[in-house]
């Protein structure tokens, strides 16, 4: 009888190590790195199995107050480390190589915009090749694959991704040369000569070169449910903005942000992956968890105003930061306002 128990208990047991395996494709990291299989004591399947809560719904007649402002979480900030973890890596090959049991914000968002499930917005108009406005926090350029496909089958989405991904890197204007030391020409059908430049090369951004995550905001007061509620509408990864001498050498000059995503459709992504947790490794929440409870630290460097500017062209430095608190105070104070007599 007791052989009977063992034999159903190691049967339960394995076909659940199956099952979970299975389901989470697109979610995790899981602690079952083969069947049968445990890492840890116990299966961690809360948060790469569970549904994501959706948000209340909310009347244009019932939003009495609201204020659009844009933010910035700077990953250099112990606090934020959480969403940062540069624990991937572009091997020597090219390959990127994922780790199997932490995983950084980034890399979640990598994963699922080669995939094709989250859907990229360009940072400023494609057809004016960076040269214009940077708007994207608007959504008006999506760089989509065709339907059913992804980056690994349509090669013509790879390559317009490639510009909101990676980076070119060494000087092109240095002729390859022959054996005499001349510069080297191929001739084109037309008969003309064409001279031929050294390539560049590629370099693919991972989780170590991202710095801050820029969140476009919506700020309201719902008189149905008398709260002060936000919602996030938009994210965008960014990263720094470095220039070549002409010695080959880099220097920062700035950020520029990656590309820009829509956040209620990031949700569903974010909702079933895990996010480290320092102080308990048996309380580990998920992405979306982390930006409902807004574990994070941000700082304002925009809000809706008549001149559409940002607080960086009349406010640097400290001032610049006392003017993004004056600011988190404001709304705060609607709330409190609404609640006095």
Known sequence: MKSLIYSLLAFLFLGTTNVVAQEVDGAGPINVPSPGIIDGVFIKSNVITKKM????????????????????????????HPLYYPLDDISPSGVWERNESRLSLFTVIRDHVMNGDLTVFSPYDPLTGGTGD??????????????????????????????????????????????????????????????????????????????????????????????????????????????????????ISGMKELFWLYFPHCRFVFNNYFVYNEKNDAQWMSFDDLFWKRRFNSVIYKQSNSYDRKIESYRAGVDALYESEAIKNEIRNIEHDVWSF
């Open 53 to 80: 809560v959706p948000y209340e719904h909310v009347r244009e007649a019932d939003a009495i107050w609201s204020k659009r402002v844009f933010e910035y979480i700077d990953l250099r900030e112990k606090v934020n």
């Open 134 to 251: 940077w708007d994207g926090y608007q959504l008006k350029y999506p760089i989509e694959p065709e339907p059913g496909l992804s980056w690994d089958t349509d090669p013509e989405f790879r390559d317009r991704m490639f510009y909101y991904l990676g980076n070119l890197t060494g000087a092109t204007d240095e002729a390859m040369t022959d054996q005499w030391g001349d510069d080297s020409t191929i001739v084109n059908p037309d008969g003309s000569e064409e001279i031929v430049y050294w390539p560049q090369d590629t370099a693919w951004y991972t989780s170590r070169d991202i710095i801050q995550y820029r969140m476009k905001e919506d700020w309201f007061f719902d008189k149905q449910r008398s709260v002060l509620d936000v919602r996030i509408i938009a994210i965008a990864p960014v990263v720094y903005k470095t220039e070549e001498d002409g010695n080959g050498e880099a220097s």
